[in-house]
């Protein structure tokens, strides 16, 4: 199975979830026009044939150290500290990660939008 077919997988069994959003919906182009969303905070994309998912520093820092990925790079030159880039060949599974992504970017109450 291809990354992209992968993707459209994880995309089916996250969207109909309270508050997910599927890639493309905010009708916006540019850097997350094509991420699941949760109440309109990204938490995975496709890029480059890897998933990227928003997660918590410290892990990234040990999916990193396990070998799974790196830090995502958005051609900036700079890693984001809070993005992995998963790697293709990673044996963690794509749902357990995008729950993990969702998780931390949902608002919380009080949290501004």
């Known amino acids: 199975m291809t990354p992209e077919e992968r993707f459209e997988d994880l995309v089916d069994a996250m969207t109909g979830r309270p508050g997910v959003s599927p890639p493309g919906s905010t009708g916006r182009g540019g850097f997350g026009s094509h991420a699941l ?51 293709p060949e990673a044996e963690t599974g794509w749902v357990p990660l995008a729950e993990e992504a969702m998780e931390f970017v949902r608002p919380g109450p009080g949290t501004r939008r």
């Open 37 to 87: 969303r949760i109440e309109a905070r990204m938490f995975a994309m496709l890029v480059r044939g890897r998933l990227v998912l928003k997660l918590p520093e410290t892990r990234v820092d040990e999916l990193v150290a396990a070998g799974e990925g790196i830090r995502f790079d958005a051609n900036k030159g700079t890693p984001m500290r809070e993005w992995l880039a998963l790697d």
